[in-house]
């Protein structure tokens, strides 16, 4: 059997300006770019607020996973970029919302910034395609 190697394409894919795939499928993984608060039309989603904007990169997120074939529940690894680590509790509080036991690996690091100067987090992931 041949290896899946295909980029994972969405419709009206807000990445797309900046010449960025949403994600890969590897065989039976996916690696997803970066995601942030970023809407269909390109737009910043909830400029000066945390909880919209990490709202909204989930929401972007399972949009991915779903045009992947997978979902969070099949999220192996998450590496979360934050603007100010005095937002990690809200991070911990997403984890139990977002993800269920066991959870993912997690690196979570602060950044001076992102690749928009109003964006606050970015989060990429790895999930599989199979039952985890």
Avoid: C
């Avoid at 419709?11 to 010449?19: I, K, S, T």
């Avoid at 910043?44 to 709202?55: P, R």
């Amino acid at each position: 059997m041949t290896d899946i190697i295909k980029p994972i394409a969405l419709e009206n894919d807000p990445l797309a300006p900046y010449f960025i795939a949403p994600g890969w499928q590897v065989g039976n993984l996916l690696f997803l770019s970066g995601q942030a608060s970023i809407g269909a039309d390109g737009s910043i989603v909830g400029i000066g607020d945390f909880d919209a904007q990490l709202a909204r990169t989930f929401a972007n997120i399972e949009k991915v996973l779903a045009a992947g074939g997978s979902d969070l529940s099949k999220v192996v690894k998450v590496t979360i970029y934050l603007t100010d680590m005095d937002n990690f509790p809200k991070i911990v509080e997403a984890r139990q919302r977002y993800f269920t036991a066991p959870y993912p690996a997690d690196t979570t690091v602060e950044v001076r910034s992102l690749a928009l100067p109003e964006l606050m987090v970015e989060i990429d992931v790895i999930a599989t395609t199979s039952a985890s």
